[in-house]
């Protein structure tokens, strides 16, 4: 998909999988470290960084590359599954619009030439709650098919 150390010079340093370079915890070192240099960050966190207009210079090449390849993983995704909606949430995407809207450029860019229907992208809107929600709903889903299911079979 590219050459890493020439087109992601601040997030590659030689990992193996996506999973590794993409992970919040990874991202949240490689700004802290960016910025350090300059700034006592005590009192802040990922979401703060992303959020806080002060630093978005300094940061947006390395946000520019976190989203090339969040952008090539959901495009990946898109052309094997060429689902009507895709959904894009997590604490990165919730707290930066810059790195949602690259992703979305990203997506629209990929599939551009690709035949068929291009995908509606939403950013998700549960944050927090969506883990809980999405068992909730599954529950109940496995709850009424079973008694739609079991009712079928009494008739």
Known sequence: FC?????????YHGQKY???????AYLEEVLFKRLAIKYDLKRM???????????FE??????????YLLGVACSSLNKITN?????????????SSYIFNRI????????????????????GKLAKRASLQGTIALALQVIFES????SKKTF
């Open 58 to 67: 300094e940061i947006k090449d390395i946000l520019d590359e976190f989203s």
């Open 18 to 24: 996506f999973g590794d370079i993409l992970s919040e």
């Open 147 to 150: 008694r739609t299911a079991i």
């Open 104 to 123: 979305v450029d990203f997506i629209e860019q990929s599939v551009r030439d690709v035949p068929f229907l291009k995908a509606e992208i939403r950013k």
């Open 45 to 55: 966190n990922l979401e703060r960084i992303l959020k806080s207009k002060q630093f």
């Open 83 to 95: 689902p009507e909606l895709m959904v894009i949430s997590g604490r990165v995407v919730d707290s």
């Open 3 to 11: 050459e890493p150390v020439n087109q992601l010079p601040n997030l």
